[in-house]
């Protein structure tokens, strides 16, 4: 059983004590594989379904911004809860799979009801199915996340987890933009065959990686407090390690989220080619893919923190230019598409990989081992980021008088070129100004995994 620090008693078994180097690729792809569907019905709830009900229902965009931004909100309570739970469930049932496997038929059936709204769906079909997709989206991502940071506790090991956790999603995210383009569908107004088909291609991968979980070790232990609520407050409250890497992830999260919720947009009445939106969104994706085995070297190379810190900088330079694109500039907007792809593969690798280490550093630090309830915190975080964008962008377009589906006047066109790209930048500098001096370097992490492994 879980036990406080001062009476540990919970081993990890021989199996999960020796993956440490040695996680094969099967176990690895067994782990991975489950990230493929629940990407691309994510991707889906993202750019296309905030778009979809605002052409297809009567409900205005700052109305589904605020319906987005209330059910993130909701996640501020649903996701340390389960990371709670997912961090206290005993041992033996396999703590991480079973909050998965429980979330998977709450998601089919979100899934199923939310990407296929009818004319008359209002606010409260929106909002309820809103909720419960993301309720059961943390039920499977917050102990999938902490399953990953368990499976080994190498530095370099790590980023190979987070690498196949990211190569995976970006596949499911890469399927799920495929559909429109396979089924000749155009623009940003005719999307329901295209939700019909993510709908049973999400549901039916669900299921099957699934079942590819029970290949995958289960079995680290956890050391907790008996206040752990109020000590997981302090790793926010109180300056550390986590709270700068949270609080960084935090606005460069919102820095990727805001120009991701604007794409379509942006590609259908600035850059006036809608039916490319769909092979951009589908570039911008390969090239993350690409770059994952690209920023596993470097980083492994020259330290997580400072591979990151790059990728922002290079981020932030390529955007400042949006704001002045038009019709006719698709060629440079392709070169920025290109460049912040391979920048995204950073962002889903090496952030949530340094936030594995911490739970070394949480276990040396304050005695607790609790990578449920970090990366509890992590997801909030996550969730938030999308949350302020859609909670900020969409009102700001209706402020300036843009509206999906009409003709918009110069300066509604101007609105939305800036805030596709100026937020952006202003978020990431935010977030590199933050992780100024962040101490853990791997030479580092390698003296808090001594400690670490001496007091287990």
């Given at each position: 059983m879980d036990e406080s620090p001062d009476t540990k008693t919970e081993e990890p078994t021989d199996s999960g004590a020796k993956l440490t180097d040695q996680l094969k690729l099967t176990v690895l792809s067994a782990y991975g594989a489950i990230a493929f569907p629940l990407a691309g019905a994510f991707i889906t709830l993202q750019v296309l379904i905030p778009t979809h009900y605002a052409e297809t229902t009567a409900l205005s965009l700052s109305t589904i911004g605020t319906i987005m931004l209330v059910a993130r909100l909701w996640d501020t309570v649903t996701d340390p809860l389960i990371g709670f739970l997912s961090d206290k469930t005993p041992q033996r049932w396999g703590r991480r799979r079973l909050w998965v496997l429980g979330s998977v038929p709450l998601i089919c059936l979100s899934i199923y009801f939310l990407f296929r709204p009818t004319a008359d769906a209002g606010i409260g079909y929106l909002l309820g199915w809103t909720l419960a997709i993301y309720v059961a989206g943390t039920m499977a991502i917050v102990p999938f996340n902490a399953w990953g940071a368990e499976l080994s506790p190498d530095y370099r090991q790590r980023n190979r987890v987070t690498g196949i956790r990211a190569a995976f999603g970006l596949t499911g995210t890469m399927a799920a933009l495929l559909v429109p383009a396979i089924l000749d569908q155009q623009g940003s107004g005719d999307l329901a065959l295209t939700l019909e088909v993510i709908t049973w291609l999400a549901v039916a991968t669900l299921i099957i990686a699934s079942l590819l979980l029970f290949a995958v070790p289960d079995n680290n232990p956890t050391y907790l407090s008996k206040t752990q609520v109020r000590d997981a407050l302090k790793l926010i409250t109180q300056p550390s390690p986590f709270r700068q890497l949270i609080i960084s992830f935090l606005f460069n999260s919102a820095a990727n989220a805001v120009p991701a919720t604007l794409f379509l947009f942006y590609v259908t009445y600035v850059l006036k080619v809608p039916g490319l939106?769909?092979?951009?969104?589908?570039?911008?994706?390969?090239?993350?893919?690409?770059?994952?085995?690209?920023?596993?070297?470097?980083?492994?190379?020259?330290?997580?923190?400072?591979?990151?810190?790059?990728?922002?900088?290079?981020?932030?330079?390529?955007?400042?230019?949006?704001?002045?694109?038009?019709?006719?500039?698709?060629?440079?907007?392709?070169?920025?598409?290109?460049?912040?792809?391979i920048t995204t593969g950073c962002d889903l690798i090496i952030p949530s990989s340094m936030n594995g280490d911490l739970v070394e550093w949480d276990a040396v630090q304050n005695d607790y081992r609790r990578p449920g309830m970090l990366f509890a915190i992590w997801g909030t975080t996550t969730k938030l980021s999308y949350a302020l964008a859609i909670g900020i962008a969409f009102p700001l377009l209706d402020l300036f008088g843009f509206s999906a589906g009409a003709d918009n006047s110069a300066g509604s066109l101007l609105a939305l070129g800036v805030l596709y790209g100026t937020p952006c930048i202003l978020f990431k500098v935010l977030a590199l100004y933050n992780m100024r001096g962040y101490p853990i370097t791997e030479e580092i992490y390698q003296e808090i995994l001594k400690k670490s492994r001496t007091r287990t």
């Open positions: 939106a769909g092979p951009l969104l589908f570039l911008y994706f390969i090239c993350a893919a690409l770059s994952v085995p690209l920023w596993i070297w470097v980083a492994g190379r020259f330290g997580k923190h400072r591979t990151w810190h790059w990728s922002i900088v290079t981020a932030c330079l390529l955007f400042v230019w949006t704001p002045f694109f038009g019709e006719g500039d698709l060629v440079l907007y392709l070169l920025i598409v290109i460049g912040t792809g």
